[in-house]
């Protein structure tokens, strides 16, 4: 595997369900994020991970729930969901420095809450 | 706050025609400047940045890019379009010293045969 990595690339769940997407990243990066992204509206920063640390919740309702054990795996917990939830959650990660920051995007995981 | 602004969320252009996909930023001091492509069902892939050298970017796949200072402006062009390049371009921003990028609505470039 290169590159960052998504699974599952496609999840259908009822509101009651609890699931989680899995990310990794294989490019020695110190820094991870989640992404949302909805029809007709911006890429949606939802956290950051930087060592391993949550250094961002971009104001997340708590019904998502990230978890980072390692530099290179990144989980984003989902339980009791809405509908507009429903969109395409990205990850990427990056080699954080002091100058500038490119991140690496996976592939996405489009979710479809019912 | 730093803030990206994309002019035109579609843009048809005919096969061999110039692209010209809009790009402006709100900052006092010029951030690193960052061009995205996502084809469907795919992430975001890098095509170009600007991090403080050369004004004039070039990119993967025949793309460029020209930061001007005076108008806070990092539009992207291609000479000529091919139909492989129909698919959804995002400019994002990024302070230096910031591991956060900001990204505007995007721009979905439609290629006419």
């Known amino acids: 595997e290169t590159g960052v990595t998504q699974t599952p690339r496609h999840l259908v769940m009822g509101m009651t369900n609890k699931k989680s997407l899995k990310c990794e990243q294989h490019?020695?990066?110190?820094?991870m994020y989640w992404y949302k992204q909805s029809a007709k509206k911006p890429l949606e920063l939802m956290f950051v991970?930087?060592?391993?640390?949550?250094?961002e919740n971009n104001s997340v309702p708590s019904r998502f729930s990230p978890e980072c054990p390692n530099s290179s795996h990144l989980f984003l917990h989902l339980h009791t969901l809405q509908p507009e939830d429903s969109a395409l959650y990205l990850c990427?990660?990056?080699?954080?420095?002091?100058?500038?920051?490119?991140?690496?995007f996976g592939p996405g995981t489009r979710l479809t809450v019912l | 706050a730093q803030s990206v602004t994309q002019l035109g969320s579609h843009v048809s252009v005919s096969e061999g025609a110039l692209v010209l996909l809009r790009c402006n930023y709100s900052?006092?001091?010029?951030?690193?400047l960052f061009w995205y492509v996502q084809y469907p069902n795919q992430g975001l892939q890098l095509l170009l940045k600007?991090?403080?050298?050369?004004?004039l970017v070039k990119g993967i796949n025949g793309f460029e890019a020209e930061f001007k200072k005076s108008e806070t402006s990092f539009h992207l062009t291609k000479p000529s379009a091919h139909m492989r390049d129909a698919a959804e371009y995002f400019c994002?921003?990024?302070?230096?010293?910031?591991?956060?990028?900001?990204f505007g609505t995007g721009t979905r470039l439609t290629i006419i045969p």
């Open positions: 990427a990660s990056s080699q954080w420095t002091s100058g500038y920051n490119e991140q690496f």
């Open positions: 490019l020695g990066h110190n820094a």
């Open positions: 991970y930087n060592f391993k640390e949550q250094t």
């Open positions: 900052s006092s001091v010029p951030p690193y």
């Open positions: 600007y991090t403080s050298a050369a004004t």
């Open positions: 994002a921003a990024t302070p230096e010293g910031n591991e956060k990028l900001t």
